[in-house]
């Protein structure tokens, strides 16, 4: 990373991603666009690792810390992405963008603990994200399978994640609208202890959202290598 930006950074970032780039032989590539709006976003493939930024003064270390444990994970974890499986015929780009927003929802589980953990502040800021998630399941025109889909992970991140009593009972009024409490308690109860080994964690999330294993294949990175492998659920 440049020293321009490293230098924003509190002594335990700087050493996060100088730890990442020695262990993946990647440097993180800072790329400013304007048209980014205020949201922080990184891009990691067997060939680089870019964080992508909206504009080179908005580098709060709290959104960096985010993207950066979505690469150490990636990279240096080896932790496998859910893909569209390259033998799916029936391929469509709002699969593709499920897939990336499922992936995305559950290594969240994994990585905001660990941000809140080190920025309590981010409490308040993805309580805000969950409150908007929460209304939009409720309000939005989708079918009866996506709202379950979206009910059921959005509840289990409020649940798993620290957030505040108001927001879990107000997940929990949703759920309990949804006639999907039950249904809740189950899912979080099968797939919380799978959280170390992804690929058990995708499986049992499938299942349990009647997702087609055929759609999906789980890409690791070899960053050493520079390869990439999608392997079929």
Not at 186 to 202: G, Q, S
Not at 203 to 231: G, Q, Y
Request: contains cysteine; glycine residues 4%.
């Amino acid at each position: 990373m440049e020293d321009h930006y490293l230098r924003q950074l509190p002594g335990d970032l700087q050493a996060l991603v100088q730890a990442t780039e020695q262990q993946s032989g990647f440097a993180i590539q800072v790329e400013a666009d304007p048209a980014r709006g205020t949201t922080l976003a990184c891009h990691v493939d067997e060939r680089s690792a870019r964080l992508l930024v909206s504009r080179e003064e908005f580098f709060q270390p709290a959104s960096v810390m985010h993207e950066l444990l979505h690469m150490r994970r990636f990279l240096v974890d080896g932790v496998p992405q859910i893909v569209v499986n390259d033998d799916f015929n029936d391929w469509t780009p709002q699969l593709e963008a499920g897939l990336t927003n499922l992936d995305n929802s559950l290594e969240h589980l994994v990585i905001v603990p660990e941000e809140i953990l080190r920025f309590s502040v981010r409490r308040q800021y993805w309580a805000g994200v969950m409150t908007r998630k929460l209304r939009e399941i409720r309000v939005n025109p989708l079918d009866p399978d996506d709202r379950r889909r979206h009910a059921l992970v959005n509840w289990l991140f409020i649940h798993h994640v620290p957030m505040e009593d108001a927001l879990r009972q107000a997940a929990d009024r949703l759920l309990d609208e949804l006639g999907l409490r039950q249904q809740a308690d189950a899912f979080r109860d099968a797939l919380v202890h799978t959280l170390a080994v992804k690929e058990e964690t995708v499986r049992v999330c499938f299942a349990w959202l009647n997702i087609p294993f055929a759609t999906a294949a789980l890409k690791c990175i070899d960053s050493r290598a520079r390869e990439a492998r999608a392997v079929a659920l």
